[in-house]
């Protein structure tokens, strides 16, 4: 198994589109799938962190049982799958984690149905601001006009 799948959730929104797409493609590719869920939060200082402790623990532990939850559907399909939470800037925190791996063949964006700069034009989501930086291609799970999968909140 050679072949490297990452989808990534940003602020506990789940597609699950997105994670039905990345099930099929990783079954026809043989490969495995890491699921990264990026959380935003500023650290304006270190000082401030001891203040925010509490508030990670608790993320920790929902987001932990949640992408558990999410990584089953993949192992029940034979699917290696590991998952991953990061907590800060988005894009810092994706290339962090992008650093510290093997490469991906396929990065898909997992947050929602489509990325949010459909509606705002103007106002590029920071994923597509790096999308050229990353080292495969960056795949958006569209809608067929007559599908109405909701997208979830991971809680």
Not at 81 to 107: C, N, T, W, Y
């Amino acid at each position: 198994m050679f072949q490297r799948i990452l989808v990534v959730f940003e602020n506990e929104e789940v597609s699950c589109r997105a994670l039905s797409y990345a099930q099929k493609l990783a079954h026809r590719m043989d490969s495995e799938v890491g699921l990264l869920m990026l959380v935003e939060m500023a650290f304006a200082d270190r000082a401030f962190l001891g203040s925010k402790r509490n508030s990670i623990l608790r993320l920790e532990n929902r987001i932990g049982k949640a992408l558990g939850r999410l990584s089953s559907g993949f192992l029940e399909k034979g699917i290696s799958v590991s998952v991953a939470l990061r907590i800060g800037d988005p894009a810092q925190e994706l290339f962090k984690f992008l650093a510290e791996r093997p490469s991906f063949q396929a990065v898909i964006w997992g947050s929602h149905e489509t990325l949010p700069h459909r509606n705002r034009p103007k106002r590029r989501h920071w994923i597509e601001k790096v999308s050229d930086s990353l080292e495969c291609p960056l795949l958006e799970v569209a809608a067929k006009p007559e599908q109405k999968v909701p997208d979830v909140k991971v809680r």
